[in-house]
């Protein structure tokens, strides 16, 4: 019998949010491990706010909704708050009942300022690392490290000399205007980008194009595959080397050595040495293929099996970049400055490694 068209009278709706929502949701274990991290880091929330004046939006509200945005690759704040407007699993997520007006963007993104302010992004980081702890999901000894080049959001055309004069224009156009690089030396020494100036022009290897870029760069253990240290600088010669002693050095002190795998790029002199001056044994990739005459790696390293091993899990680092720009938010910046990337690099990580952590729990701990 053919079912009736019936138009939607019903005013109101005696189901709530968490009857709406599957028992077996993946955002279901994403939240269970949010909540309580986000209870621990609330006296760091509590410091960001003033004790008088209107209410802003709840931080932990912000960051649910933050984590929804790298999690189903919303393009925008725009966008999110629409997509909050209807959508009772991204409403009961956040903690937005279902006739709970959503923000204004301009609001949410002034608020998201404070969380930079603020270093929320790597507290966050912290607790999801020391959730990962608790669970004996984590590794104290044996990491990886790699690092990527992350597209800023300047158009080439905005590389411009630094002492102002201006490339051959075809046209008169001051919105949009027809700029010809044929034939023009560039580089960062004597262009900058006006509409980032922090970003530098890159090529991650040779015969690839240069894009305006940061580099990120990322620390994980070889037990799980989770995201433990991130850093985002300035794209340079040593910049990845400098971005690997930066992160160890962070990371807690322990009694025994740790190791470190990498590819042939941190195959330098100046890293291996860093490294052991850490008591960090450097299991990099022995880069043999260049005209120096020999690598900064020799036998009495690549003699033991655990330098088999770090080799082969050092490929697992990809994966952490391969998410961050499909899924996440990596593949094309919509924020700007050294300080901003960094907040929304390791934020993205963050919730890397709690996609990470729910396979774990849902595989009994076993990746």
Request: glycine share 8%; aromatic share 8%; with cysteine.
């Amino acid at each position: 019998m053919r079912g009736e068209d019936t138009k939607q009278t019903a005013m109101f709706s005696y189901i709530s949010p968490e009857d709406r929502v599957p028992a077996d949701h993946p955002l279901r274990i994403i939240r269970d491990m949010v909540d309580p991290i986000l209870e621990r880091i609330s006296p760091q929330f509590a410091a960001l706010y003033a004790g008088g004046g209107r209410p802003s939006i709840p931080p932990e509200k912000l960051l649910r909704a933050l984590l929804l945005q790298v999690l189903y690759t919303i393009r925008s704040e725009r966008q999110l708050m629409e997509q909050l407007d209807y959508n009772i699993l991204y409403r009961w997520f956040v903690g937005l009942n279902l006739d709970d007006p959503v923000w204004v963007p301009t609001v949410f993104t002034k608020n998201r300022e404070r969380l930079l302010k603020g270093d929320i992004a790597n507290a966050f980081l912290a607790e999801v690392l020391q959730e990962a702890e608790r669970r004996e999901w984590l590794s104290n000894e044996h990491f990886t490290v790699d690092g990527t080049l992350l597209e800023a959001w300047a158009s080439h055309k905005s590389f411009q000399r630094k002492d102002g004069s201006s490339s051959g224009s075809g046209d008169n156009d001051p919105g949009n205007p027809t700029v010809n690089f044929r034939k023009e030396k560039r580089s960062n020494a004597t262009h900058e980008s006006v509409t980032d100036p922090e970003c530098r022009l890159a090529k991650k290897s040779a015969g690839k194009e240069a894009r305006l870029s940061y580099l990120g760069s990322v620390v994980i253990d070889n037990r799980h595959g989770l995201v433990v240290a991130t850093h985002v600088s300035q794209p340079g010669y040593d910049s990845e080397c400098t971005s690997a002693l930066e992160m160890m050095q962070n990371l807690p002190p322990m009694s025994r050595r740790r190791t470190l795998g990498g590819d042939k790029g941190y195959d330098r002199e100046e890293l291996v040495e860093g490294l052991r001056s850490l008591g960090v044994t450097p299991h990099v990739a022995q880069n043999v293929h260049t005209k120096r005459l020999q690598s900064a790696i020799d036998g009495r390293t690549t003699r033991h099996a655990g330098y088999a091993v770090s080799q082969r899990k050092r490929k697992v680092v990809e994966e952490t970049f391969g998410w961050g720009k499909v899924v996440g938010p990596l593949r094309k910046l919509h924020l700007r400055g050294t300080e901003r990337v960094g907040f929304l690099f390791t934020f993205a990580m963050a919730a890397y490694d709690l996609v990470r952590m729910r396979t774990l729990s849902l595989a009994g701990g076993v990746s």
